[in-house]
């Protein structure tokens, strides 16, 4: 505990100062900057002293952790994704069906990474952390298991479909 406190003294407004520049909100970098010494412990094996100082990797840790802070909260109109609902019941069932479907079809690591990201709404880094995995792998399975999805969903006839501009 004290050797955190030591770098949270030492460090602390580095790490601030660069979630600040990249969240551009006070109180959302407050969060991702106590975020990033919370995991500390667990990432800090990661760090490999070469011609790197250490405020340089975490500098760079606290930068990535504001960009996955600011890709989960990004809003994105429904109706520039996908064309308006119309409605029906029957057709809501028959996607959602389809899409169980689809995710029973994939491997097992894909399908619990897709349903963490999109079904529980966490970031890469904390899906890693969870599954013991590097970000990047992480990364991997789920653009491998939303590219096998899409194709699954396309042969069922229920593939997501983007609207046309007006």
């Not at 899409?99 to 899906?127: C, D, K, N, T």
């Not at 899409?150 to 479909?161: A, C, G, H, K, Q």
């Amino acid at each position: 505990m004290d050797a955190l406190h030591y770098l949270y003294v030492r460090h602390s407004d580095a790490v601030f100062g660069i979630v600040r520049s990249v969240v551009r909100d006070h109180h959302d970098a407050e969060d991702v900057s106590q975020s990033v010494f919370a995991k500390l412990p667990r990432i800090i094996g990661r760090y490999e002293e070469r011609s790197v100082p250490f405020r340089a990797w975490i500098v760079r840790v606290a930068r990535n952790a504001a960009l996955d802070h600011v890709r989960a909260n990004r809003q994105i109109p429904v109706e520039e994704v996908r064309a308006p609902d119309t409605g029906s019941d029957h057709g809501r069932m028959i996607r959602s069906r389809a899409l169980l479907a689809g995710l029973s079809q994939l491997p097992p690591e894909q399908r619990l990474v897709i349903a963490m990201r999109h079904f529980a709404g966490m970031p890469p880094g904390e899906i890693a952390a969870e599954l013991n995995k590097s970000e990047p792998s992480i990364h991997g399975l789920h653009h491998r298991g939303r590219a096998a999805l899409r194709e699954i969903l396309t042969d069922l006839d229920v593939s997501p479909t983007t609207a046309k501009p007006a």
